[in-house]
């Protein structure tokens, strides 16, 4: 009977061990904010919440509330309009932007005004682009971006990038 009950335990810790996703960067909650139709990877300490983009402009809170805030490639182009990068820069978010095949310049603030208005305006780059930006006022904006070419973000781009930017921000 012993046996049967020490298999039991063992079985369960197996199985607890093997269904965990694992922490992203450490074990401490992280909450994300998602705009649009983006499958991230799963983690034990990750929350993702979907958000609509026009709570980028009307939720005051909104960087209390995530400390990511991943946009989807259909927002792009929403995103870098001047209002989102002012508001990115007011409530001094962290962004990730998935898929950019213009890469980061739509989603600065530019810095003289022959620069394109918007993410159509801009040519498209050889390959799509994640990238992570840290929008501080009056600081100039922090970026760190990644090239990949498959047409699913895979689990380790996320990571990697998340990690390269937060080492070298936190």
Request: charged letters at 25%.
């Amino acid at each position: 009977m012993r046996g049967l009950f020490y298999a039991i335990i063992i079985s369960i810790l197996i199985l607890l061990v093997c269904c965990s996703q694992g922490n992203l960067i450490s074990a401490e909650p992280i909450d994300i904010g998602v705009v649009g139709e983006v499958s991230l990877p799963e983690y034990d300490n990750v929350t993702y919440t979907s958000i609509s983009v026009e709570e980028i402009l009307t939720n005051d809170i909104i960087k209390e509330t995530f400390q990511l805030l991943v946009i989807g490639e259909d927002y792009l182009e929403s995103v870098s309009e001047k209002e989102y990068i002012d508001a990115f820069y007011e409530k001094e978010l962290t962004v990730l932007f998935m898929k950019s095949a213009k890469g980061h310049i739509p989603f600065m603030e530019p810095v003289t005004l022959d620069l394109p208005k918007t993410y159509h305006d801009y040519n498209d780059g050889p390959r799509k682009t994640i990238i992570i930006t840290e929008y501080k006022k009056d600081s100039p904006l922090t970026y760190k971006s990644m090239d990949y070419s498959e047409e699913t973000f895979i689990k380790e781009d996320f990571e990697n990038i998340f990690r390269r930017f937060y080492n070298e921000n936190r």
